[in-house]
């Protein structure tokens, strides 16, 4: 099993930043990848950024691409979602996500909330 714990969410102007945290613990050794999703009211959960586990590897959502940074430390099993030039579109709950290698399964976090005013 791996354990997720999000930290960083907050309230923030348009135009700010935010950095979320992700600490895995457990089996970590088993990750292929970790990255981010989110969930606004009303829509459905959305990818948002990935990065793979060994080689470092970056995946972006379009709508982020320029303005978020997904970072890794291995040493600290954590993984970092740098926020900048941030949108009230950007408002949304960020789940953590991390993939099992060879296999369909992931694990979430709690969530954490992201409220970016106008």
């Known amino acids: 099993q791996v354990q997720l714990v999000e930290s960083g969410g907050g309230l923030v102007q348009a135009g700010g930043s935010l950095r979320l945290s992700c600490a895995a613990s457990?089996?970590?050794?088993?990750?292929?990848?970790m990255g981010w999703y989110r969930q606004a009211p009303g829509k459905e959960r959305e990818f948002v950024a990935s990065?793979?586990?060994?080689?470092?590897?970056?995946y972006y959502a379009d709508s982020v691409k320029g303005r978020f940074t997904i970072s890794r430390d291995s040493a600290k099993n954590t993984v970092y979602l740098q926020m900048n030039s941030l949108k009230p579109e950007d408002t949304a709950i960020y789940y953590c996500?991390?993939?099992?290698?060879?296999?369909?399964?992931?694990?979430w976090g709690q969530g954490t909330q992201v409220t970016v005013s106008s």
């Open positions: 457990g089996r970590t050794f088993s990750l292929s990848s």
């Open positions: 996500n991390a993939a099992r290698a060879y296999t369909d399964y992931h694990y």
């Open positions: 990065i793979t586990w060994s080689g470092g590897s970056t």
